[in-house]
């Protein structure tokens, strides 16, 4: 049995899902509620910039990583001590 034709017309659902998808259903309705300011909570746009940024810090950070391994790296050869026995 599919949704009525109302709610994805309203482009709150997607053509073809069915109500044994209950779990999905709620959740679409939920988040629709909150992107249109019906609901409190975080907006699918803001999710979507969040995640963007999780993964950008992550890369930072992994950056900074490597350039601090390579800048022990340089110190060490750079340095005129004798190395230590």
Do not use: C, H, W
């Not at 109500?19 to 679409?28: E, K, M, P």
């Not at 509620?33 to 890369?59: C, F, M, S, Y």
């Not at 950070?61 to 601090?68: D, N, P, T, V």
């Amino acid at each position: 049995m599919l949704l009525p034709t109302a709610l994805v017309e309203t482009g709150i659902l997607r053509p073809g899902l069915y109500l044994t998808q209950t779990d999905r259903l709620v959740s679409q309705i939920m988040q629709a509620e909150i992107d249109g300011g019906a609901r409190p909570g975080v907006t699918a746009e803001d999710k979507a910039r969040i995640q963007e940024l999780e993964r950008e810090n992550k890369e930072l950070r992994r950056a900074k990583e490597i350039l601090k391994s390579a800048s022990a790296f340089f110190a060490r050869e750079l340095d005129p001590r004798p190395p230590r026995l």
